[in-house]
């Protein structure tokens, strides 16, 4: 069932239907364009050693921030103009969040992969508006959402004729201020589209910090290789140079130094497993 999804993610890199993983990978947020280039050619660079499809990803405003003054970023103009500059100098493709339905034409000007957040996964305007655009829609499945319910949100984007969509694993609701990953949940919706697994917001906890969301990013690589065992189409980890200064989501994303040594772990896990795959 998998391979009828298999579809081109970008220009060169496909996903679904027993592809290699595609890895997502870098800030959470633009914090300067000087600082989103610097990771972005340090993933470049990795990635072309070793061979990993790879897809840079920052925001270009954080739209659901716990606190009216947590940094958002350089908002829609200024980081366009910031991930076209990547894009062009390094020829990575381009993911990021789309939070209105106005933003979508605009953003896939210079994006190749439109995402939509999490808390805003059943918002079917914006839902229409990315897939009319005709790029690939990574839709985050909500914390409080249930695996197979997904169905109506593809139905959504499918609706516009779009047929290139894939779905996230963020981590569910558990009580207050907790995410828990269900494995089971991958598996169901694997059968809907190719899933990805977020490591990073997995490991939020939500409010934790009173005025900011904690976190638990030592937890990165148990997860992460539980998910490659599940055979995921992909992984979604953010990236840092220094992790404990990042300015949205310090707790949970990984140093470049840490993604490097994570992926081939998962790597291997999913080469071991991938015979055995549905």
């Known amino acids: 069932m998998m391979k009828e999804q298999t579809f081109d993610l970008t220009k060169s890199i496909s996903i679904g239907g027993g592809a290699r993983p595609v890895y997502i990978a870098g800030p ?4 300067s364009r000087d600082h989103a280039l610097g990771i ?12 990993v499809p790879l897809i840079f990803k920052a925001s270009f405003d954080k739209a659901n921030r716990s606190s009216v003054g947590s940094f958002r ?7 366009l103009e910031t991930l076209a500059k990547i894009k062009a100098e390094t020829e ?4 990021t969040d789309v939070h209105e339905a106005a933003q979508a034409e605009i953003v896939a000007e210079v994006a190749d992969v439109l995402q939509v957040p999490a808390f805003l996964c059943r918002q079917t305007d914006l839902l229409i508006a990315c897939g009319r655009t005709g790029l690939p829609v990574n839709v985050k499945k909500g914390q409080f959402l249930a695996p ?13 004729g779009n047929q290139h969509i894939t779905l996230t694993e963020r981590g569910s609701s558990f009580g207050y201020h907790n995410l828990v990953v269900d494995m089971r949940g991958l598996a169901i919706m694997r059968r809907l589209a190719p899933v990805i697994f977020d490591a990073t917001h997995s490991l939020q906890l939500p409010g934790g910090l009173g005025h900011a969301t904690a976190g638990a990013r030592e937890f990165h690589p148990y997860l992460a290789r539980a998910a490659a065992a599940t055979g995921v189409d992909g ?6 140079p220094n992790p404990e200064e990042a300015l949205s989501d310090a707790t949970t994303q990984l140093s470049l130094g840490e993604f490097q040594r994570l992926v081939p772990q998962l790597e291997g896990v999913w080469n071991a497993v991938r015979e055995y795959l549905p």
């Not at 992984?235 to 840092?240: A, L, N, Q, S, T």
């Open 40 to 51: 972005a050619e340090q993933l470049a660079e990795f990635a072309a050693h070793s061979q």
């Open 73 to 79: 970023g350089p908002g829609l103009e200024k980081g």
């Open 148 to 160: 197979e319910d997904m169905s109506n949100v593809i139905d959504k984007v499918k609706s516009t």
């Open 28 to 31: 959470c947020v633009i914090e």
């Open 235 to 240: 992984f979604f980890i953010e990236v840092h």
């Open 92 to 95: 990575l493709a381009i993911l």
